[in-house]
Structure formats: C-alpha cells, structure tokens
C-alpha cells in the first residue's frame, strides 16, 4: 500500500527538520514518496465513507474508483476544484453538463471550505499540465457523483499558511485553525511521539502507565494552585501542580515503574510561554539513582526521536549548577554557542576603574566578562545604540554598570573609563578570553551571581541580535541537551532571603555526602535533583527522594516551616517501608514545541488558553450566576473600582490575551 505525503514522514521518521526558518507547507513534506516496510502502516480509511484520502493519490492509482471526502480549499474557472482533508490536496475535474441537479451545479455552488463528498475515477493530468509542487499533482479525479455534506460559511480567514491571521483570531476560531496543516502536523507529531514514549516505556521497560487525581488538596511549596470549591462548606479542592505526592505514593505501593501523560495545573498568571494547565511525562521508579533515571529519559527521548533527524547521542552532556551560572549566568544554558562568561578578577586587582575597585573592594565582589564576536565589524552587527541599550538594561533591571571593550581604542564608544584600562590589561584579555580583533568584551563587576545572572541575560539578548543582523550563530537544526545537577537543595526565599524555599520540591534528597550540612549550614547542601535542558529551554526535572520520614520532616517542619500535617499522609506513607525512589517528569508541550521548531507551544496544543489564560473560542473562566454559587457556600466579592484597575494594570491588554 501506497503511504505517501508528510504523513509518510510522520509515520517513517516522525517529521522531517522543522528549524523556525523551514515550516513546513502542504507540498513541501508531501513531495516524498516513501513505502514503509517496516513499520505498519495506519489504515486512514477504514471504517468510513470514503476509499482514499486526499492526499494520497498518485499516478499508481490510476484507473481506480475512489470516493473522497473533503473541504473545498478552491475552485478555478468551475472547471476544477481542489479538494482538501488531513493529508493533503487533490484536483478534481467539474463534469460539465448543465442540468439542474447535475454534479457541475453541486461543486460550483457549494461555498469555500464546505465539506463534500465526490466518487470517481483517478485519471492523470493531461501532458503539461501536471503540477510537479503538488504531491498528488500528476493525476486528478474525473468525478461522476457528488454530495454536499454541508455547506461553509465564509470563514474569519483562509486555510492557507501563508495568510497571515493575529493569534487572537486563531484562538477564537481554533477549530477552524486546526485545519491548517501546521496545526496537523504538529499535533499528529505530537501523537506519534507519545506513542513512542509509551512504547519504550511499556513495552520495553515493564512502566505501568497510571492516573492519578486531579481534584486533590492544597499542599505547600511549590506553585499557586487553582482551588476547586466543594459542597462542603469552607473546603476546596486543588488542582495538583504536578502528580508528584501521588507518584511517590505509588512508591510506596509496590507499583516500582510508574508513568503518566499527566495533566498538570499551575496558577502562575501570566507568562510567556506558559499554560495554566500543561502535560508531562511523569515518571517514578524505585530502587534507582540519579544516574538510573538520566540513562532512562536518555533512551526515551532516543527511542521517540523522529528518526529522520540526526540521531541523538546519548549520553548526554552533564553540567554542575555552579558551573552552569558561572559560564552561562544560568541554569538553563543554551550551549549551542560560546561567548561564556569568565571571571577576570585576578587580571584587574589594581585598577583605577572606580566601579571596578569598588566591586573588589567587597567580599563578594568579582569581575566579569564575556566576548561578543565580531560585535564591532563595521559596527554590522552591535551598533553604538545597541551598546547603550544593553547598559540601560543592565543599570534597570540589576542595578549593574555595564563596560563595553574594544581592542581597537579608537572605538571606545561612550565609555571614557575605557582609557583606564592598561595596554596590558587588554592584552591579558586577549589571551584569556581569545578575542579577536573586531570582537567586544562586555565587562561587568559585583557579586558572584548577580554580575553572572546579569552577563546570561545579555549573552542571550546579544545572541539575538547578531543573529537579527545576519550573523549564523545557532543551528537551528541542533538540538543541545544538557543535564544540570549538584543543585543546591535550597534557596532563599525572593520575598524573605532570611528563609530557605526547596530549589525543586521537598521531597528532594540531599546530596549524600552533604547530609551533615542539613543541621549547620542547610544553604549549603547539594541535592538530587536534576534538571534536563535543551537549546536553552528546561525541558524536564526530577530528582531522587528522601524516603527517610524523620528527615522528610524534619526538612519539611525545622527548615522549610511548613505546616507538616498538610503532608501527614505522605510522611505516614514513608514510614511503613517505603522504597528508595526517584523520578523526573518532561514537559512534554515545550519538548514538542523545540521539536516541530514551532514559535510558541500555544501552537503544539490543540486547545491552548492565551496569555491571560484565558480559552478565547469558549470565554472561559466565565461568570457564573449567584444562585449557583450557593451550593458551594460561597460568594464574589467584586473588586472596587480602583481595584479592578489594579489588576488591569498588572495585566495590561496583551496582544495574546
Ligand atoms: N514533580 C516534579 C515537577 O513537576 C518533577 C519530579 O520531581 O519528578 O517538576
């Protein structure tokens, strides 16, 4: 059987290279005709009132009766009509006879976009006049009957990529914007690869794929939860941020090999690239250790890669925390390219550079910097305003000055303290850092993580721009993933530095050998916990467990100041001989987003809330009128004039909401 079309790629290799620069379009990814042998190949058309699809007709069909099923993508001169489902677009001849309830009348009549069924005979174009940008472009369909299945209103745009639409009205008509062959390809690659997690995960490896629930109880740590009320007076549900208490219950359970597609809910207002409710590959095992669950997720991603990208090469890459912020200012490096920060305190201990001097005058202080190549070649790619836009943000937003250096001293644009910087200096900079001669080193001082976290920001901003002005400086077909480990297993709180948060979650294990520490110096303590990235984005995280209930609660009550009988079921649940366990869970909507090289995971959902998080085609979250609150025993309380103003302020009107 003929498996033709961007399906083939879907069902042979999952997708072809989808970099932002190469979206796919109907002909481009129909144009190669594969026969799988391997693999089995989907019936499309079984069960149903057609023979074929749309898109898979070639000339090998030739001859055969076929009935179609479809949408009218267009018509040309009630001559032809194109003809359009899931896989793809086929022609089809408009008999030309002229009576009343004649084909011709039915095909010519129907609008754009209605749905309609044609039975006929695949004949092939005549000489000339076949078309070699369409994948069925050699043969067309000499139509003997036609039905209206149902007639199209004109819709709000075109199902066509290349019409440009605004996201809201993409939103508002979603299932007219899930006809679009991006959408279909991007949710079906979706599909295919979930399939193939489930298969290495099953199949392979003996994981039991369970639901957990999804009305549960307020917990503390972690994420603002969505609370669900109850009919019991004053007692709500939550939403779980995660499956993660359920999992390690499982644990407990003798269930030693968990999975889940698991429906996540996190209350986190807006933010770019977020969704209030996601999907992860949640996983747990027990009698595992870190390096047991990296090796798994390393399969797995192997196992479910399309297979007509370059092949992953495992293992991947490791990192330490420490040395992820000190060489990339961050945790999440997108190591597809270099300009590392480096620490250059030592070579400027006796500079006159006021800031400089002040910054190593301090306990903390260090100094920094980081080469942006080719940053001044004929001022292509940074430009003057450039550099003063990067120090705006750096005073704005860090608080941090900024020193841009140049090796050619004619150049030091807007920066008069450059001249402090000694011949030698310049020349030790050089060395140390490579720089070459058109290249500018961006020089910043102050504390360790501050001057880092501030040096990341502009690593990536920089990045952006060089690449805006023509640079090539990440591949967009590259997929760089990294794991990052020794986190510290605490943090200080944002809003009260004074107290310690969970870096992960609270169930993280300590780092074996800094178990001491958890009694002296608790903010020193390395933990299990390990994050997966990839080209920048975090794309999972997990970590071994603490299955010690006095330690559990001691990190939960002594040092994290939790109200422990909120988690008194899973503290019991230790004690009655719970395994040692570990997991990880992905984030399977950014995953597939960095994988179809889509812009926004918005595009890789196929029901997906806007950036207010709101569901534009439905107005949900909606009203809902008093006497039904009642039930529930509670009530609005509707914010005052200035308040609502408040809030609007806080979420200004957002292109995406
Ligand atoms: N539950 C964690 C999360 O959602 C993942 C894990 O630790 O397995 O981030």
Same mark, same amino acid.
């Given at each position: ?441 961006? #020089?910043?001082? %102050? ?7 501030? &040096? =990341?920001?502009? /690593? @990536?901003? +920089? ?110 649940? #230790?004690?009655? %001989? ?7 869970? &992905? =984030?399977?909507? /950014? @995953?597939? +987003? ?64």
């Amino acid at each position: 059987m003929y498996f033709p079309s961007w399906l083939s790629h879907l069902w042979r290799g999952l997708s072809r290279p989808l970099g932002s620069t190469t979206q796919p379009t109907w002909g481009s990814l129909s144009r190669s005709l594969v026969l799988s042998s391997q693999r089995r190949i989907p019936e499309f058309s079984s069960f149903v009132a057609r023979t074929n699809t749309c898109g898979e007709l070639r000339s090998s069909h030739l001859g055969q009766e076929v009935t179609l099923c479809g949408w009218i993508q267009y018509r040309r001169q009630n001559v032809f009509l194109v003809l359009r489902d899931f896989h793809g677009l086929v022609q089809i001849v408009i008999p030309q006879d002229e009576s009343p309830a004649s084909v011709k009348k039915i095909l010519c009549e129907a609008p754009v976009e209605s749905v309609v069924q044609v039975s006929g005979t695949v004949i092939s174009r005549p000489p000339g006049q076949e078309n070699p940008k369409m994948p069925t472009g050699e043969i067309e369909i000499k139509v003997k009957t036609a039905k209206l299945l149902n007639p199209s209103k004109k819709l709000p745009f075109e199902i066509k990529d290349f019409v440009k639409k605004t996201e809201t009205l993409r939103l508002q008509y979603r299932y007219l914007d899930l006809r679009s062959f991006q959408m279909q390809y991007n949710l079906r690659l979706r599909s295919q690869m979930v399939m193939k997690m489930r298969e290495y995960l099953c199949n392979l490896h003996g994981f039991v794929d369970i639901e957990t629930p999804t009305l549960f109880k307020r917990t503390p740590g972690g994420a603002k939860e969505f609370l669900v009320p109850s009919r019991e007076p004053g007692k709500f549900y939550s939403l779980p941020q995660s499956p993660q208490q359920f999992k390690q219950l499982l644990m407990v359970g003798g269930l030693d090999r968990y999975f889940q597609v698991a429906r996540c809910y996190r209350d986190e207002g807006s933010k770019p690239d977020r969704q209030p409710e996601f999907t992860q590959i949640d996983i747990e095992m027990s009698f595992v250790d870190q390096s047991g669950i990296q090796s798994l997720i390393e399969g797995l991603l192997q196992y479910s890669w399309p297979n007509d990208k370059d092949p992953l090469l495992v293992p991947f890459p490791s990192m330490t925390f420490a040395e992820a912020l000190a060489t990339y200012g961050t945790d999440k490096p997108d190591t597809r390219f270099g300009m590392k920060i480096i620490d250059i305190s030592d070579k400027f201990r006796n500079t006159e550079i006021g800031f400089l001097q002040d910054a190593l005058s301090k306990p903390q202080g260090t100094i920094k910097a980081m080469c942006v190549p080719e940053g001044t070649v004929s001022e292509k790619y940074l430009k003057r305003r450039d550099i003063e836009s990067i120090q705006k943000f750096a005073a704005d937003h860090f608080n941090q000055e900024v020193l841009p250096v140049f090796l050619k001293t004619n150049r030091n644009w807007n920066s008069p303290v450059a001249k402090f910087i000694m011949e030698e200096q310049r020349l030790e900079l050089t060395r140390l850092m490579e720089i070459q001669e058109e290249d500018v080193i961006l #020089l910043t001082a %102050g504390e360790h993580k501050k001057a880092c976290s501030l &040096l =990341g920001k502009l /690593r @990536l901003e +920089c990045a952006d721009l060089l690449e805006m002005r023509g640079m090539v400086l990440r591949d967009t077909s590259l997929f760089s993933f990294l794991w990052v480990v020794d986190f510290p297993l605490f943090l200080p709180k944002e809003e009260n530095p004074r107290e310690l948060e969970s870096t992960h979650h609270p169930f993280t294990a300590p780092h074996p050998s800094d178990i001491h520490l958890l009694y002296t110096e608790p903010e020193k303590v390395r933990s299990q916990h390990y994050d997966l990235v990839l080209n920048g984005s975090e794309i999972g995280g997990g970590s071994i467990r603490i299955h010690d209930a006095e330690l559990q609660h001691y990190i939960l009550a002594t040092l994290l100041k939790e109200d422990v009988k909120l988690l008194s079921h899973l503290l019991q649940a #230790l004690e009655y %001989g719970a395994p040692p366990h570990g997991g990880i869970a &992905l =984030g399977l909507d /950014r @995953l597939i +987003c960095l994988v179809t090289g889509a812009p926004s995971i918005r595009d890789v959902i196929a029901f997906p809330k806007s950036f207010r998080g709101h569901d534009l085609m439905s107005s949900a979250p909606d009203s809902v009128p008093p006497e039904e609150l009642k039930p529930y025993h509670i009530q609005v309380s509707w914010p005052t004039d200035s308040e609502s103003e408040k809030s609007s302020l806080n979420h200004p009107h957002h292109p995406k909401s």
